[in-house]
């Protein structure tokens, strides 16, 4: 097993499909944040505020939730080399 750090993981074309949404879903938000700023209408105001708290949180959020996803799947796995059974 000396060539397990060459393997790539199985879910790599699912991540990178994911960040390609990710990221596709910023560009969107960013877009959207510029139009709502230079629009003129009552509800510009209340847009561009919804759209810059989605534009600093979503991010946080998501990070986040993979930071966490990380540290359980790796704790799963500490657990697992304890208890084999």
């Known amino acids: 097993m000396e060539n397990e750090h060459l393997q790539k993981p199985k879910n790599t074309a ?3 499909v994911l ?3 990710a ?6 938000l960013y877009i959207a944040t ?5 629009m003129d209408s009552p509800l ?3 847009l561009l505020r919804a759209s810059l ?3 600093f949180f979503i991010p946080i959020i998501l990070y986040t939730a ?3 996803g990380r540290l ?3 704790r799963k796995e500490d657990r697992e080399e304890k208890d084999p059974a």
Do not use: N, P
Not at 23 to 28: D, H, N, V
Not at 34 to 38: D, P, T
């Open 14 to 16: 699912v991540r990178r």
């Open 19 to 21: 960040a390609l949404i």
């Open 23 to 28: 990221a596709i879903a910023l560009a969107g």
């Open 34 to 38: 510029l139009v709502f700023a230079l």
């Open 44 to 46: 510009a105001g209340s």
């Open 53 to 55: 708290f989605a534009t």
């Open 66 to 68: 993979m930071m966490v």
């Open 72 to 74: 359980l799947k790796k």
